[in-house]
């Protein structure tokens, strides 16, 4: 039988906390799927393009070395320029720079199937855009006071990023504005702005210059000096921390930048000096029993285990993966499993998942706990039949790398608290449909941001910027 059936589709916010200025913003924020089919080999495509980057070298000499996936999970609509213009950005906590597609870009797409208008940026349409130089800080800085080729006094500072699949980007750098909706009370927004450095796509090739997924460009949340949110923390404009939550029963969730005051979280030391966000696995238990898994079987090159929402599925080393599949399984030892798509192990069964398979529990650092339930890590794919989300990483790499990576299911259903300030992530299990408190750390009030109440309060007129997120959560009826 053919794979077929749908996805669900999350609503979710993304706000944006400023410190000197109220502290708090909106974001309108898309999956790329949202309302469109999806099946096992869309999943088992994203994920493996996303891990080819993630394991790639990457030339990005002027934004540190962030991995930006074309295939991410968000796009959001932002306005960037003055007056300005509306630009659709994938958002992906695994890339560092904000790029966009520029006039002059001779490759770039002209459409895209995603139902989105595509828009090359103009400076000459902007009346606060500026070309950045090579002798500007911003430039020096980023190339560490090394003489670059072919780069003067006065000319363009220029960017090129590489990645895994072939897929390039290369063009120059611009300042100018970006505007953003500023929480100003309890599901309240006014307008506001910041100047950012971002990069002009001069030359795209490969996915990211495919009509099928195509957007103008990529934002990204990374740690490097050159990511928006460093950039506008450095102005001391922004916290510097972001925070997701996305709910996978109800169908909401809520993406916050800056300071979360509640829920509170216990967090977990992140892993120094990595490009992606890396944490300590220390052990995991099944149903109570903890693996007995050698002590340096997370010790890999990657160096900790990878925090990426832009990643559907979860990934473990295969030693990892085999002693946690057998604890599993072992609790329906009659069951009769089968793969699909070379990659996921399905099977038929009536009943609830909860009641016949066992809770999985990921100890961190500092004795945090993420505990992922069968229905987390468990997907149906019709009414008698479901498939694990756990995946050996071993064989999904073409060069057999063992790798820890955690994607949406087992971050779904709780809020995800990043700190760069402090390098700390942490989590709680919270109704991620509901709404959490950000704090306005100059003036000092706490204000209240639901994931559905603040788009219906803020206006399209004063935005210009993302406002509302859409996230895949579970495939529904695929099977063969």
Not at 79 to 97: E, L, N, R
Not at 301 to 307: R, V
Not at 396 to 413: A, F, H, P
Not at 425 to 437: L, Q, R
């Amino acid at each position: 039988m053919d794979l077929k059936r749908s996805i669900c589709i999350l609503c979710i916010v993304l706000v944006v906390l400023l410190s000197n200025v109220s502290a708090n913003g909106v974001f309108r924020v898309q999956h790329k799927f949202a309302g469109r089919k999806r099946s096992l080999t869309d999943i088992k495509t994203h994920d493996g393009r996303r891990h080819r980057r993630l394991l790639a070298n990457v030339d990005l000499p002027l934004g540190g070395d962030g991995h930006p996936a074309s295939t991410g999970l968000y796009f959001a609509k932002i306005g960037i320029g003055t007056p300005p213009k509306d630009y659709y950005v994938q958002v992906d906590t695994g890339s560092d720079i904000l790029w966009v597609n520029c006039i002059q870009c001779t490759r770039c797409p002209k459409k895209s199937d995603l139902g989105v208008e595509l828009t090359l940026y103009d400076i000459k349409d902007s009346q606060t855009g500026k070309e950045i130089t090579c002798d500007q800080d911003f430039c020096t800085s980023m190339y560490n006071g090394e003489n670059l080729p072919g780069c003067y006094v006065g000319g363009p500072c220029a960017y090129s990023v590489v990645y895994g699949d072939g897929s390039t980007t290369t063009g120059y750098y611009i300042r100018d504005f970006v505007e953003y909706a500023q929480v100003s009370g309890n599901f309240q927004t006014k307008p506001a702005n910041g100047s950012v450095v971002f990069g002009c796509g001069a030359k795209q090739s490969g996915d990211l210059g495919s009509s099928s997924a195509a957007l103008d460009g990529i934002l990204g949340f990374g740690q490097s000096n050159a990511s928006m949110i460093s950039q506008l923390a450095s102005a001391g404009k922004m916290r510097k921390m972001f925070a997701h939550c996305l709910d996978n029963v109800n169908g909401g969730g809520i993406f916050a930048i800056g300071h979360v005051v509640q829920p509170k979280v216990k967090t977990t030391p992140m892993v120094p000096n990595r490009p992606h966000y890396n944490v300590n696995l220390k052990a995991i238990e099944v149903g109570g029993a903890v693996l007995q898994l050698p002590t340096d079987v997370f010790n890999s090159e990657e160096a900790g285990t990878i925090i990426d929402s832009g990643t559907t599925l979860a990934y473990l080393p295969d030693t990892v993966y085999s002693a946690l599949m057998n604890q599993v399984m072992s609790q329906q030892p009659n069951l009769q499993t089968h793969i699909v798509e070379d990659q996921f192990q399905c099977f038929q069964y009536i009943g609830s998942v909860d009641d016949g398979f066992p809770v999985v529990t990921l100890r961190f650092e500092n004795s945090l706990p993420l505990v992922v339930y069968p229905h987390d890590y468990l997907f149906q794919i019709r009414e008698d039949a479901w498939c694990v989300g756990w995946q050996n990483s071993g064989l999904q790499s073409k060069d057999g790398k063992d790798m820890t990576l955690l994607g949406d299911i087992v971050l779904s259903n709780k809020l995800i608290v990043y700190d760069l300030e402090n390098q700390t992530i942490g989590w709680t299990e919270y109704n991620c449909s509901s709404s959490i408190k950000v704090q306005d750390e100059q003036s000092g009030p706490e204000y209240y941001i639901g994931a559905h109440d603040v788009s219906s309060a803020w206006s399209w007129n004063v935005g210009w910027v993302i406002m509302l997120l859409l996230l895949t959560a579970m495939l529904h009826n695929l099977i063969y």
